[in-house]
């Protein structure tokens, strides 16, 4: 204990003091979170004493000396604790209304008392106390801030005291303008809105006003009482009971007719009832604003007495205004008595009228939407809805609309009344009614419960979706708040995703809480969405939180989030969306799990990654924010480890995986692994499985990695027994994506293998072949697949027209593939096109030792026949052609089509035209065929390749002109044509090239023959 002071006072130990003020300090800043106002501004206050608190604390612990600067400091913070202390109470136990009245007060209070404390901080003798150096830079900075702390009162606050000044000052009246005022203090202090609880909180308002009384706080009383009785005007406080009984006493006092205005409600200057009177210094009362007129015109005397005033000043004549308020009142109830007869007259224009007057009374004042009600006319407004007249409609939606504005109770009678299901029905007719319909939805929807209703009306969330659309601005603006309003309830948020309105429940995915999400996973992968509609969703941002589900969640958001992933993923353009969001560590992690997965999720997985693969734009892009790569060795070679584990579903899924990673021109990196993984071993197998889409996507596999030149790898794993089933999948399968891709396989097998030559004719292979070299139009297949069907067996006939042996040739002629290749000519692709003239190109060398001359008149005199009439033989081989025997091109009638192909963009199809048109200028029929090609319109398209060809075709196309040239008239006619391209050729032409076009020239007589050319 120390004595001091007068008296030899007993003080308390200066650690009891910092004890005390520790404990103050804690207890003052739980008092702040139970203020009613001014929350911000008293838990910044608390922020500053949770700063505070270590520094007193650290002072407790060093045992501070007791010296008089110490002890005066902390017990001036004492002090000031105990102000914010009870400042903190008062600001708990009083009224919220009279709180918020006071808040610039508060505001001051707890500035001044921030800043004391922060004065009280400084005297803290710090530099001579044993503290932390971090501590002293802390005590600084505090009492720094504290010092200069400023507090203003909140935006919202001085809004309502600036209308509560106005309102006083302007001594207004009325109920609108009490009712706005009274809602307002309510929402901000957080008092429910309900008749109930603002009675119970103005009665609570009033002892405020007797307790200032008590205190002889005259000029507060004085204050509360011009608030209490501005507020005392609204009509909110006052229950739907007691509003009925104060319209039926006014409709009463009318005796069922409207009361004309007295003499005295008249302005003598306007000739018009007042609405504002105002008494002048005559004592004379005047319209404010007619008066105010008739002075800042210049007079200075009253318009009736003309007595020169002795000032200007106007003040409110309160009982006159409310006299004609109370007038006014009387005759607005029976004029809304008198309204229902009309209403329900059945003719339209006097309903239409009925409408609008009833309209323009809501609008003119909140209690009059109450008396509507109470004369019970909601019902006869809402079956106004049905009239056949859209004018009558669209007024009555009006209406309806006006008298729910801030009114709960007349919102649930207008839904009870069947206003909403006729209302949605007003959506689908034309814009205008729609609008007032969508704006009355909207104004009802501001109920809670309403709003449930609304989104519960079938067809409902369609059309208001559909009217974000429309071409008026305001039923736009009001249907996409509706839709926000509607958002609120999940079952809603589905159905306008269902509608292609896809931003709340991305939203949902995005924030909401765990069910939620699962909620809006499950819709989204039921969902028939186009593909607008999975761009749109990817696009809003749903594809993270999904991918996010997959990753962290239970087995029941894995479930809903890969289901709906999986229906996303089918749009191509959404890949990039799925990798980014780093979709493939899950999907492979959930594939690869060794525990125990629900196998359906495996599935879904496994046909995300399949689709994720398939959409693929480029074979070096796939790279997830992870880092992670779905092509790396690893993730490959585990799923080529996973297809002999899987069931077939799980196996179609993985091979259209890795068939999308593979089947790109630029993955010939993914193909590499693929055949160093054992692929083609592991694949060859499946191509008996009995499951369809197992069995296409592993052939459509294989095809793929037996291609890049690696066909010879693909025959050493191809037995007799595979063959035999890639055969009968030509023969027998339904699917020509399927037969594409097996006749792909044979296509790319070494054609210098004779031994596998032989067992593909063992197998019926060639048979096959021909069998399927046809041109036809079905809907069983795309044409890209058809195209491709017909390319490859194309591709894979060369194997056997190329061997160059009899027999072959015979075989493949007599199963008709010539007039096959001929039609291929005409309607393939280039690239059939290219193949099927090399073909014909392999059966023409042929032709000139398998035709069969024609025997002479000589002959048959010396062998003692009779002369016959002589065949005419072939026009170019001069001797008995046929397609079956001698595989005669015009026999064929291919010359045509071959000439046509000439005309084809794609180099290599003109080439192999070029190649086959030139066997019929071989040996000593080559003059025929000269003329042959000439007379099928062939010399200018062969011309025109010299130019645009390639180097082969150039080559090809320079011999067979100068075969042609040497014939006069063709040398006349289209020499010419020729001439530029010729002598081009000799400068840039290849050295096979310049010097036949050299010789050309020279028969043009354009070269001499001795030029160094030749």
């Known amino acids: 204990m120390m004595r001091g002071g007068v008296g030899n006072v007993v003080l308390a130990p200066i650690s009891e003091v910092l004890a005390r003020l520790l404990v103050q300090a804690a207890k003052t800043v739980l008092a702040a979170k139970d203020v009613l106002i001014e929350r911000e501004s008293f838990n910044e206050l608390s922020s500053y004493l949770e700063r505070l608190r270590p520094i007193l604390g650290e002072l407790s612990e060093r045992s501070t000396n007791d010296t008089p600067t110490m002890r005066t400091a902390l017990e001036s913070i004492e002090q000031q604790l105990k102000v914010a202390k009870d400042l903190m109470a008062n600001c708990s136990n009083k009224s919220r209304f009279y709180l918020l009245m006071r808040c610039r007060t508060i505001v ?21 106390l044993d503290v932390s150096l971090e501590t002293r830079r802390e005590t600084e900075e505090l009492m720094k801030t504290m010092g200069e702390a400023q507090f203003h009162a909140a935006v919202a606050e001085e809004e309502i005291i600036d209308k509560i000044e106005s309102g006083i000052r302007d001594r207004q009246t009325d109920t609108d303008y009490a009712n706005d005022l009274l809602l307002q203090i309510a929402k901000h202090v957080g008092v429910s809105v309900e008749p109930q609880a603002l009675k119970q909180e103005l009665k609570e308002f009033r002892k405020e006003k007797e307790e200032a009384l008590l205190r002889k706080n005259q000029a507060e009383a004085v204050q509360l009482e011009q608030i209490i009785a501005l507020l005392s005007r609204a009509d909110a406080a006052t229950t739907a009971t007691e509003k009925n009984e104060i319209y039926m006493k006014k409709r009463g006092l009318g005796g069922g007719s409207t009361l004309p205005p007295l003499f005295s409600f008249y302005c003598p200057i306007t000739r018009e009832v007042m609405d504002e009177p105002v008494e002048i210094a005559s004592g004379q009362t005047f319209e404010r604003t007619a008066i105010l007129t008739w002075f800042k015109s210049g007079n200075r005397t009253c318009p009736i007495t003309k007595v020169e005033l002795e000032n200007l000043e106007v003040k409110p004549n309160q009982a006159l205004r409310q006299s004609i308020e109370e007038w006014r009142e009387r005759n607005t109830a029976i004029s809304i008595s008198a309204i229902g007869p009309r209403l329900r007259s059945g003719k339209d224009q006097e309903v239409s009228d009925a409408l609008q007057e009833l309209h323009k009374l809501s609008e003119e004042k909140a209690q009059h939407r109450y008396w509507i009600a109470s004369e019970n006319l909601i019902p006869v407004l809402v079956d106004t809805l049905k009239n056949g007249n859209r004018s009558v409609r669209t007024h009555s939606l009006a209406t309806l609309k006006s008298i729910c504005v801030n009114n ?28 007032q319909a969508v704006a009355f939805l909207l104004e009802i929807s501001r109920s809670s419960k309403i ?3 609304i989104g519960k009306v079938q067809g409902c969330i369609l059309l208001l979706v559909t009217m974000l659309n429309c071409e008026n601005p305001h039923a736009v603006e009001d249907a996409k708040q509706l839709l926000e309003n509607l958002s609120n309830n ?22 909401g809480a765990d069910m939620t999400k699962i909620l809006m996973a499950s819709a989204l992968s039921r969902m028939q969405l186009t593909d607008q509609g999975k761009a749109a969703l990817a696009k809003r941002g749903a594809i993270s939180p999904l991918v996010k589900m997959v990753g962290t969640g239970k087995l029941e958001a894995k479930t809903a989030a890969l289901g709906a992933l999986q229906n996303l993923s089918t749009l191509a353009e959404n890949r990039d969306y799925l990798i980014n969001a780093g979709a493939v560590p899950p999907l ?25 693969a398939k959409s693929s734009t480029t074979a070096e892009t796939k790279i997830d924010t992870n880092g992670n790569i779905l092509e790396s060795d690893e993730t490959i070679y585990q799923i080529l480890s996973l297809l002999n584990l899987a069931g077939p579903v799980i196996q179609s899924h993985l091979l259209r995986a890795l068939l999308g990673m593979s089947t790109l021109p630029a ?9 160093a993984g054992g692929a083609i071993q592991l694949l060859l197998p499946f191509c008996e499985a009995a499951d369809v889409e197992v069995r296409v996507n592993a052939v459509n596999l294989l095809y793929c990695i037996s291609g890049d030149g690696h066909g010879k790898e693909m025959s050493e794993h191809l037995g007799p027994t595979y063959i035999e089933a890639l055969v009968q999948l030509l023969n027998f399968s339904t699917r020509d994506d399927e037969k594409a891709a097996a006749m792909g396989i044979l296509e790319n097998l070494p054609s210098s293998d004779f031994h596998l030559t032989q067992v593909l004719l063992d197998a019926g292979a060639l048979h096959a072949i021909c069998n399927l070299l046809t041109v036809k139009n079905t809907n069983t297949s795309t044409r890209f697949v058809r195209n491709q069907l017909l390319e490859n067996t194309a591709g894979a006939l060369l194997r056997f027209t190329g061997a160059h042996e009899d027999n072959l040739l015979k075989t493949a002629a007599e199963l008709d593939v010539i007039p096959k290749l001929v039609q291929l000519l005409v309607a393939g692709t280039p690239l059939a096109k290219q193949r099927a003239a090399m073909a014909l190109s392999q059966f023409a060398e042929c032709t000139r030792r398998l035709t069969v001359p024609i025997a002479s008149d000589h002959a048959c005199f010396w062998l003692g ?13 001069s001797g008995r052609c046929s397609v079956k025997g001698s595989f005669c091109l015009i026999a064929a009638e291919a010359l045509v089509p071959l000439v046509q192909t000439l005309e084809e963009r794609e180099d290599g199809a003109a080439e192999a035209a070029l190649g086959a048109l030139k066997t019929l200028l071989l040996g000593e029929h080559g003059e025929k065929g000269a003329v042959a090609i000439a007379d099928a319109q062939g010399i200018l398209p062969i011309i025109r390749v010299l130019t645009v060809g390639t180097p082969g075709a150039k080559e090809k196309a320079v011999s067979i002109l100068e075969r042609i040239f040497r014939i006069e008239k063709y040398r006349v006619a289209y020499g010419s044509q020729a001439q530029m391209s010729l002598i081009d050729l000799t400068q840039k032409g290849s050295i096979t090239t310049r010097p036949v076009a050299a010789r050309i020239l020279a028969h043009l007589n354009v070269l001499h023959n001795q030029s160094t050319y030749f």
């Open 667 to 675: 993955a010939i990196s993914v193909r590499n692994k693929l055949r």
């Open 588 to 612: 492979l992690q959930l594939l690869f799990s060794v525990t125990s997965v629900a196998m359906s999720l495996k599935e879904t997985a496994a046909a995300t990654l399949a689709n994720i």
């Open 408 to 435: 709960d109770d007349n919102k649930e009678a207008v839904a009870e009344a069947g206003a909403i299901e006729m209302a949605v029905r007003s959506l689908a007719r034309d814009v205008v009614e729609g609008g």
């Open 108 to 128: 001051k209070q707890i500035q001044d008392v921030t800043r004391e404390l922060g004065r009280c901080i400084s005297m803290l003798p710090m530099a001579t």
């Open 451 to 453: 709003c449930e209703k």
């Open 865 to 877: 026949c009779i002369p016959s009439k002589l065949e005419p033989g072939c026009i170019v081989h």
């Open 490 to 511: 999940d079952q809603n948020v589905v159905q306008m995703a269902e509608a292609n309105h896809f931003q709340p429940l991305a939203q949902r995915l995005t924030e």
